[in-house]
């Protein structure tokens, strides 16, 4: 189950969000966002459930005992804590998005889980780290570490959240109608970035790079459809992740942000998924020397594991390598050199180095990766844009325009700064505002819900 | 003295720039009133989307779409419960029975009218799908695809029925056909590359087209049940565009199928106006995989 799974976003949401209003103890919503979390988890695999109680008493057990040992034997709380990294790393292996063995008579697609089983192992071990760091101090209540790992708000796209941050918010929260309200137009904006903008740039993809034909444009628009698609999915289920938090009272860290280009490709790493890679480059020791050379050791090691946790696959090891080594040169030498560039051209770095580092992950081959470079040079194809790739764009050219004006950071600023203005100068102006965007926001409901609702009806 | 006193305290009080209480008054009297007024307005949009969703909701769980027979849940059992049967079957059931199924989707149809250029109504008579784009949904990789092999069915032109007024099946196209750099192409990257073939039938009204040089008056007719696209061109001799159709199989065992229509387009068209195209043409990648 997703959070844009019809059966989640009017069925069981709704029902937790009823039945988690009945009482205001915490204690009692915990209880009901345990077991609609349950439910969300192991939906079409019920024995998913043998593993969160598996892998969480041996979370909780680890992490108390990490504890004990801290002081005692460093070396023993060192053991521990591989141990359990051992132990999240292998069910991620086995239950993740695992391809290595994809052919083979080992071949682990059937145990594959229809979850966030990346974001899950990385809470687990987060959990006994951060208590071996001495950041935290071990759970007592299993219950507590229970609604911290199974919470529906944080699976699918994030953000990784530190128990430390959320400890307070699990004992103790308060709903409020301005959580409520933010989190319902969070919500609603979220679906509509991962339902209606992520489909229209998938149909580009298709056309450009996964269509019969190859092109020069289909090559380039392609690929750039790929990027965009993916950051509307995973912007939108990030926000839908923020709103249903706010929801039911929690306030969850943003887990990406705007690409600033005087970052360079450092920054544009940075911006996707931060709270994982904040979490990597701790592990790494990147957030905390001051040596270029070791952060750039760091950032190469880091960008490996960031690889193959998205999927332990060859192809995502390498473009996690390569995108690790590209921000080791940045930080070595390579930004002092570029920083002092237009922006312009910064863009066009970006680009280019983007499409040919994450480029890769659309591959399975380097026949097919040399394949699709040679046609973005226009090397090998005859011709320059097929007909379903015009199609493509132009049949969605007015959603085009709306996802440039919501990625194009300077653009998207200058609308809601004009509209801020205006509805700061008195309030009925703010009125005037408040209701376009609760207009746009049921436009945005009602468009998704058809989308959503015309491919369920088949 | 006491004079002295008085002057100093009242130089020093002149020094000190105090508000004017009743202007700071009103100010804030506005600011409150504006503060309740934001937040009546938040009340108000919460209100709105609080009441959508549980309308949804409500009408997605309570009322039946019609295909209630077809999705009958079965009983609960500890295999189907641990299996995640059941799961599946409750969600089957759910889409299933999910209220207007069919004026969901002419909704939706009607709102992507607005999307772009090219977006077209389904016909509700012929049941055929024409807003969508050739390749959503697809998922294979040409780049990754081995040029040795020859078992694909790259640059498909047609294959498709033609169906009459009343929605019923009247010919079947099985025409897999590699069209010299035909396909999807819209502009052509060299004149070298612009190749022609036409595929002309024996019988009068039966012509199927490939190419980019077409004959004067030229037609491919190609609709599909419920899941394709019809797509219907009549061209000049300047411009032809060849259609890619990515569809299921189509049922052909209609009963009232007239076969004095539109026969098979044979594999290998003859006659034709132009020479017989070498299969490397359509195939931009020759080299042999590294």
Redesign the interface.
Known sequence: MTYI???F???LF?VSAVLSLLDRSPEYKNMILIITSLIFFS?????AICLIFLSLFIDWALGTAVEKMRDKSRISAVMLTAADALMNTVMLLVFGHNYLFDGTAFELSDAILPMGMGYYSLRGFSYVYDVYKGKIRAEKNVFCLMTYMVSFHFMCAGPLVRYGDMEGQIRKRELT??K??AG??KM?WGMGKAVVLA??F??IR??G????????LGCWLGMLGLFAQSYFMFTGLCDMSRGLSLISGFVLPVNYRDIDVDELFTGLVKSYNSTVISFFTDLTGISSTKSRVRTALGAVVCGLLMGLWYQVSPTCAAVGLAAGLLVGLEQLFLKDLLEKLPRAVKYIYLIIMSLLIFGGV???????????L??LA?I?????????????????????IIAFCVICTPVRKLITGKADKISAK??RN??MI??V??LG??LV?V?S???L??A??? | MARSVFGRLKAEGERIALPNECEENDRAVRFLAKEMGVGHYDNINLLIMAVLFIFVAVAFLAVNGGKAGSSRMKAVTKESLMNGEFTTELEKSYLDQLPIPDEIKRANEVVSLLYGFGNKLTSTKHRSFSTGNDNSGTSQNVFDRDDDDKDHKENAVTMGTQTDENGNVMTTEEVVKTAPGGGTTAVARTDAAVNSSAAVSTQPGETTTTNNDAPVVTTTTTTVGRHARSETQSSTASTTESSVTTQEPIDISEPDVPTDTMEPVPSQPEPSDTEPQEPEITDPFADEPI
């Open positions: 799974d019809l059966i976003l009017f069925g709704p939906w079409g695999r019920p024995v109608t301005e409520l309200n319902l137009n609603v489909s229209v998938e149909k298709d056309a790079i996964g269509s019969s034909e190859i092109t020069t659309n591959f399975r081959s380097f026949y097919g990766y040399r394949k699709w040679m046609g226009g090998g194809t005859d011709y320059t844009l097929s007909v379903s790739m015009r199609d493509a764009v132009l049949h969605n050219y007015v959603l085009i008195n309030r703010y009125g408040r209701a965007k609760t926001t049921v409901f468009v819900v058809l989308a609702g015309s369920a009806a088949g």
